[in-house]
């Protein structure tokens, strides 16, 4: 078994959770590599980069931006991700420093499930961008708001007046969409949900759509486009959307209970009646 090790450095600024993972790793003889992002460390380990292959998982060590950054090399791969929380809400980790030794051995053991989600898909200046959670087009000019159209399969949603839009999948919409005013989403729907951004009209709502529609977006000037919390172009007219035929994979191991983890990251479990 070969895995690999994607850590944020600023969330394990002493590698004190990664060395206890490589240390596992090696009392058990599975061979691993750190990602090249950490390699100013100067460990003596192997290092790979976004280009990876060849490996079982990839550890991301971090909060849900560093599973984010992992999933953006790690899907076109198939290489499925193992999320180990060392930020705050860590909503796409399952796993905790403390549970390394046991998730160590159960994916020796191949006691594990894995699960995909789905992901979506723009072009920027001639460059693919990927996204797991969301795609938003925001404002440049703090001060004031954009005028945006925004269209479903060539029919005109509306126009927004508003700080920006976001295209969420499913996965996302525990994310950004949600602090926006979006529902909550189940991953497993195969759908997109579009949220407009503090829009000045009464009647914007947030809109379901089916997971293949092609969502288009324009402004009445340029604009930020936004790939899961990176800014991938700070001068863009517009966007277009659509499902990426891909999917982020993640192995888990705790019966992979959404609304469980829904309660116990955003809000108290509630009784059961």
Known sequence: MHVGIYVNT???????????????LSAKGVSFALHDSAA????????????CEGFDAIFAMGGDGTILSAASFAAEKNIPIIGVNLGHTGFLSEFTPSMLADCVDRLIRGDYSVVGRD???????????????ELAFYKKNIGRTITLTVKVNGAVLNNFKCDGFIISTPTG???YALSSGGPII???????????????????????????????????????VIADGRVVSSD???????????SAKFICMNGCNFFNRLYEKLGAKPKEL
């Open 10 to 24: 600023e969330r394990d600024k002493n590698l004190t959770a990664t060395e206890t993972l490589m240390s596992l």
């Open 40 to 51: 100013h460390l100067k460990k003596n380990v192997e290092y790979f980069g976004d280009d």
């Open 119 to 133: 992901m979506i898909k723009t072009e920027v200046g001639g460059k693919p961008i990927i996204a797991l959670n």
């Open 173 to 175: 919409s525990t994310a």
């Open 186 to 224: 189940e991953p497993s729907v195969k759908c997109l949900l579009l949220v407009p951004i503090n829009c000045h009209h009464l009647s914007a709502k947030p809109v379901v759509v089916g997971e293949d529609a092609e969502i288009v977006i324009r402004g009445d000037e340029p604009a930020c």
């Open 236 to 246: 863009s007219d517009g966007i277009v959307v659509t499902k990426a035929g891909m």
